[in-house]
Nanobody
């Protein structure tokens, strides 16, 4: 199923920006739906954004208009550009790969996960 490795997390002030990256090795990348999820302490893992094999995108309402998901198939890399961040964006962020080519948004529809990267937004 391959390996997914996230990077780009860190500490940012409210109103600031971060870009997360997820490099995929050992599996087909270009045709598969890819997604970002996040999990805050004591909470469930929540959908953030997804991008299909054809480039269609979907976003959670909480991040719509602030976050942008994209992919570079030549580099087998997924991105999440996060702007206008607030303290509620603080979480561990995970990238995930799905066997489906269309948009999917629930964790159960993804079978490969990265190790996660911490994002902390200070007020």
């Amino acid at each position: 199923q391959g390996q997914l490795v996230e990077s780009g997390g860190g500490l940012v002030q409210a109103g600031g920006s971060l870009r997360l990256s997820c490099t995929v090795t050992g599996r087909t990348f270009s045709r598969n739906n890819m997604g970002w999820f996040r999990q805050a302490p004591g909470k469930e893992r929540d959908f953030v954004a997804a991008i299909s094999g054809s480039g269609s995108t979907a976003y959670a309402d909480a991040v719509k208009g602030r976050f942008t998901i994209s992919r570079d198939n030549a580099k087998s890399t997924l991105y999440l550009q996060m702007n206008s961040m607030n303290t509620e964006d603080t979480a561990v962020y995970y990238c995930a790969a799905s066997p489906w080519s269309n948009i999917v948004t629930t964790p159960q529809q993804y079978h490969s996960w990265g190790q996660g990267t911490q994002v902390t937004v200070s007020s």
